[in-house]
């Protein structure tokens, strides 16, 4: 079983950058996808994109097209996600989750959430 | 981008009951279709894969069934644990993965 560990809570001012990261252990990390998805408060579960390691590429939803970076690094088993330009609407818990190795699957296991806070 | 549309929004069912929880899609994801339980200050659990497949370690409980653009999840005999929130989620049509606005299921 793959666990996910992320990394702990951020605060953010606006117009600033947050990058977490998400580190795995179990399996083989360059045969699965790490994807990310976010939850507001209160709010349902949103996915933004996933790093394909096979493709060694990510794919991400349109409305984060022009802020959002997910890489991967398979030498630490790590995957980051790098979101810019924050407003407050991005406040949020944000979760990786493993997926099958071609993208565009169900998520098997997720790591515990990262909450990103941005105030001013 | 396809669209999931869960209901009802909150189920209060009492201990022992059936519940069941629906999830319509804009558009057919064939059995492409994910159930997850989320608990309170918890991260989202999988419960379900391929429309009907249990993950590991799922009770028995715990059912899905549909095809197509109609979907169930079935909780028999519910248990106080199985409060929870839980999202459908199609991975027939990517990007975007899409999910549910989930249902509540509590105890009465």
Redo the contacts between chains.
């Keep these: 079983q793959v666990q996910l560990v992320q990394s702990g809570a951020e605060v953010k001012k606006p117009g600033s950058s947050v990058k977490v990261s998400c580190k795995a252990s179990g399996g083989t990390f360059s045969s699965y996808a790490i994807g990310w998805v976010r939850q507001a408060p209160g709010q349902g579960l949103e996915w933004m994109g996933e790093f394909i390691s096979v493709f060694g590429a990510a794919k991400y939803t349109q409305k984060f097209q022009d802020r959002l970076t997910i890489t991967a690094d398979e030498s630490s088993t790590t995957s980051y996600m790098e979101l810019s330009s924050l407003t407050y609407a991005d406040t949020a818990i944000y979760y990786c989750a493993r997926g099958f190795e071609g993208g565009g699957s169900y998520l098997e296991s997720w790591g515990q959430g990262t909450l990103v806070i941005v105030s001013s | 981008e396809i669209v999931m549309t869960q209901s009802p929004a909150t189920l209060s069912m009492s201990p022992g009951e059936r519940a069941t929880l629906s999830c319509r899609a804009s558009q057919s994801v064939s059995s492409n279709l ?1 159930w ?1 339980q ?1 608990k309170p200050g918890q ?4 419960l379900i ?2 429309t009907s497949t249990r ?2 370690g799922i009770p028995a409980r715990f059912s899905g069934s549909g095809s197509g653009t109609d979907f169930t999840l079935t909780i028999n005999s519910l248990q106080s644990e199985d409060v929870a929130v839980y ?1 459908c ?1 199609q ?1 027939n049509n ?9 249902t509540k299921v509590e105890i009465k």
């Design positions: 994910a997850y989320q991260a989202p659990r999988l894969y391929d993950a590991t999202y989620q991975y990517w990007p975007p993965l899409t999910f549910g606005g989930g």
